[in-house]
């Protein structure tokens, strides 16, 4: 037993056989072992959540940076010596604390999990006596051994062969003649999309280069591989990359900055003396507001809520204060000289 067998291959086997045993013996699902694999691709996601949410923190802030004084400037100034424009532009990623290779640290550690998915779903179809002997050596003793052998059988495809959905009409014909590889063909599809939002564009960068090299070969290298291995593979491919997508276009929606609601005036100087019609707008004046736009509907309701509930709050102001006391005063000298006049009018 290895350290390759230890730490990722028994446990993706064990996990698949955990979730199939629950849905097909269990539930009565069919394609339990398709469905298995689904679910193994959405814990894999949630596992791997923290890595995923810190790549679309430094694709923003990739994509803000490309419109950054600093950054714009450097592109120019730079623009004919190549190494100083890298160097540059990496003091500048650490000055603003972006890691230019993050997009390619997923991509780089979907590796290990797809030859140990591969090495899963090859092991757990076995079906002939020497590698379900083999097998068994994989198998936690807390899985019960009545479930195997599983039912490779999901939708048109068998799992533990190669993908190709068949279609009468092609037969003969060469590369498609046993069907279309209807999943290798989306995996490359949906690779693309996910490189394209996940990992911004590096112009000049020196994690550039790669970054693109990542973006066009990956796509192909995944798709080879759905092509050609068990189409349990190609179907952690596909959920994978969806569900990548939707995250990505998640996150992109729900941490853009909003805009301000309201913008002041500018305000421009006049001509030389003041003087001189149509050359520019009068300056305002020191303890003039400037005029902002009026809010309506409900940002005007919660703007009068605001400004009432913190009128009752605040304690009142000096001359406030004086102005009372004042007015009791003077009330209270009204009171005083009433029983006066009263006492006159009775002598």
């Not at 990623?93 to 591969?118: D, H, M």
């Not at 798709?223 to 291995?229: H, N, S």
């Amino acid at each position: 037993m290895n350290i390759w067998d230890t730490l990722i291959l028994d446990p993706m086997i064990n996990a698949l056989l955990y979730i199939y045993n629950f849905l097909g013996p269990t539930l009565g699902l069919a394609g339990a072992f398709g469905l298995a694999i689904i679910v193994f691709t959405i814990l894999i996601r949630l596992i791997t959540l923290p890595l995923t949410y810190k790549q679309q923190q430094s694709t923003q802030k990739m994509q803000g940076l490309q419109k950054d004084k600093e950054y714009i400037k450097i592109q120019e100034k730079y623009k004919n010596d190549k190494k100083k424009l890298q160097e540059e532009q990496m003091k500048l990623y650490q000055k603003k604390g972006i890691n230019p290779f993050a997009g390619c640290v997923p991509t780089i550690i979907q590796l290990p999990i797809i030859f140990g998915l591969y090495g899963a779903i090859i092991r757990s179809l076995a079906d002939s006596p020497s590698p379900l002997l083999q097998f068994s050596e994989h198998i936690y003793s807390s899985i019960s051994s009545t479930i195997i052998p599983l039912d490779s059988q999901f939708l048109w495809m068998d799992l533990g062969q190669p993908e190709r959905f068949p279609v009468p009409v092609l037969e003969g014909l060469p590369i498609i003649g046993d069907g279309i590889p209807v999943l290798a063909v989306i995996v490359i599809i949906t690779s693309y999309l996910q490189t394209k939002l996940t990992v911004p564009p590096q112009p000049g960068s020196q994690g550039g280069g790669m970054t693109q090299m990542m973006g066009i070969y990956m796509p192909l290298l995944l798709g080879w591989f759905a092509y050609t291995l068990a189409a349990g593979l190609a179907l952690y491919f596909v959920v994978s990359n969806t569900l990548a997508i939707a995250q990505a276009l998640i996150m992109k929606r729900y941490r853009s900055e909003p805009e301000p609601q309201g913008k002041k005036k500018k305000v421009t100087q006049t001509g030389k003396n003041g003087g001189g019609k149509g050359k520019g707008k009068k300056l305002a004046a020191p303890n003039e507001a400037i005029e902002e736009p009026k809010q309506t509907g409900v940002l005007a309701l919660l703007a009068n809520a605001q400004a009432s509930l913190i009128k009752r709050l605040s304690p009142p102001a000096e001359s406030d204060v004086q102005g009372s006391n004042s007015n009791d005063s003077a009330k209270g000298q009204t009171d005083q000289s009433t029983p006066k006049k009263a006492d006159a009018k009775g002598s």
